[in-house]
């Protein structure tokens, strides 16, 4: 079955610091990812997805990168601000038939920027 | 999220009795979830519901179960509460994209349950 998984349960980044938070899916079938950002006390918020057919997406300060032939993906956070501070979870979307996608979650990786 | 919302934010309960968590969002989305969320287990899918009609069992359903009353309503039911219930639940909704693909979902603020 599908595992996604985060290499780091922890990363202490200075501020204005480049951070790179990475994951490994176990599924090749895997076809769309999505990295989601929870704060103490909410819920995760989308912040940047990838298709199985990109390597790299950028969104603001953020970007994603894709390697299907080592099953990796990371999340790269430019200039890391305080307000980046939370749990970063990754996660897989498989097809699992009849129009049904299932959402495999990482167990996330918490990040604190150090003034 | 503001547009997901779950009630209640915190619940304190007792072993055996029944619990009901709401809700409701204004996307306008048709695809809905509940997840538990455990310390050092991220998030793990109870049930999830493509449109009204339909409701599909996720990894860990055992000793839920959920009702989708409207395409806005999604409710989680403990039928007898008992102590490892104890997690942070999440309500979350979905748009199918036009290949199916795009699955991002969108989440709640999350409700605190502790099963005593």
Known sequence: GESV??????????????????????????????????????GPQFI???????DKRQGQRVTVLLNKTVKHLSLQIAATQPGDSAVYFCAGSTYSGAGSYQ????????????? | ????????????????????????????????????????????????????????KGEISDGYSVSRQAQAKFSLSLESAIPNQTALYFCATSEAGLAGVEDTQYFGPGTRLTVL
């Open chain 1, 48 to 54: 940047i997805d990838i298709r199985s057919n990109m």
């Open chain 2, 1 to 56: 999220d503001a547009d997901v919302t779950q009630t209640p934010r915190n619940r304190i309960t007792k072993t055996g009795k029944r619990i009901m968590l709401e809700c409701s969002q204004t996307k306008g989305h048709d695809r809905m979830y509940w997840y538990r969320q455990d310390p050092g287990l991220g998030l793990r899918l109870i049930y999830y519901s493509f449109d009204v009609k339909d409701i599909n």
């Open chain 1, 103 to 115: 959402l495999t979650f990482g167990k996330g990786t918490k990040l604190s920027v150090i003034p």
């Open chain 1, 5 to 42: 998984g985060l290499h780091l349960p922890t990363l202490s980044v200075q501020e204005g610091d480049n951070s790179i938070i990475n994951c490994a899916y176990s599924n090749s079938a895997s076809d769309y990812f999505i990295w989601y950002k929870q704060e103490s006390g909410k």
